[in-house]
C-alpha cells in the first residue's frame, strides 16, 4: 500500500484528546474534515492505526484534531511525534488543476527532448518562488538539468506513461 504524509502530531493541546498538527498538504480543508479517516504512523510502526477526525480547528500555525479514538489527554499523549497518512486511493485528482500534478506523479518520470532525445529522469522538484523547478538527473553526465515548469518550456506531461517532453531552450542544459 502507498502513503501520503498529510500532517505531522507536534503534541497535545487540553485534556479532552486533542492533538496539534503541522499541516504537509496543500489541501487542509479536504484532508482534515471532520468524519475523515486518517492513517497514524509511528517511526519504528509500520501498522497505520486508523483514526477518524471528530473535530478540527485551526490554531496559529496548527490545525487542532481530535479524533473519535482518542478520549483523554493520555490517549493523545501516544500520538505525538506521528505523521499522519492518507492512502493512495484517497487522493482526489480534481482537487488538481488543469497542468497540476502531485510530486510522485513527476518525480522519476524521464525527460525528452521535442526531437525525442531522452535527456534523464526527474529526480527532485524545487519550490523557490512563482513557478517550481524540475530537477532532472542528466543521462549524458549525471549533472542536474534545472527545468522550470512553465508553458514555454515543459511542452508535455504523461503520468501514465512517465514521460515528459520538454522544450530546450538556449542555456537550459548548461
Known amino acids: 500500500m502507498e502513503w501520503f504524509n498529510v500532517g505531522k502530531i507536534v503534541n497535545t493541546h487540553g485534556i479532552k484528546g486533542e492533538v496539534r498538527v503541522i499541516p504537509i498538504t496543500d489541501f487542509p480543508d479536504s484532508r482534515f474534515r471532520v468524519g475523515n479517516r486518517l ?3 509511528k517511526e519504528g510502526n509500520n501498522e497505520p492505526l486508523p483514526l477518524t477526525i471528530k473535530s478540527r480547528r485551526k490554531h496559529k ?7 473519535e479514538e482518542c478520549e483523554s489527554v493520555n490517549d493523545a ?14 487522493r482526489d485528482r480534481s482537487e488538481l488543476d488543469e497542468h497540476e500534478f ?3 506523479e513527476i518525480i522519476g518520470c524521464s ?4 526531437e525525442g532525445t531522452e ?5 527532485e522538484i524545487l519550490s ?7 530537477v532532472v538527473q542528466s543521462k549524458t553526465n549525471g549533472k542536474p538539468i534545472y527545468v522550470p ?14 514521460k515528459i517532453t520538454i522544450h530546450v531552450m538556449e542555456g537550459l542544459m548548461e
Open 128 to 134: 523557490p518562488g512563482a513557478n517550481d523547478v524540475w
Open 149 to 162: 515548469y512553465i508553458e514555454p518550456i515543459v511542452k508535455e506531461v504523461n503520468v501514465a506513461e512517465r
Open 39 to 41: 492513517y497514524f504512523f
Open 119 to 123: 535527456l534523464g529522469k526527474v529526480k
Open 77 to 90: 499523549e501516544a500520538l505525538k511525534g506521528g505523521m499522519l497518512k492518507i492512502s493512495v486511493e484517497q
Open 61 to 67: 500555525q496548527f490545525i487542532l484534531l481530535q479524533f
Open 102 to 104: 502531485y510530486y510522485h
Open 111 to 114: 525527460v525528452f527532448s521535442e
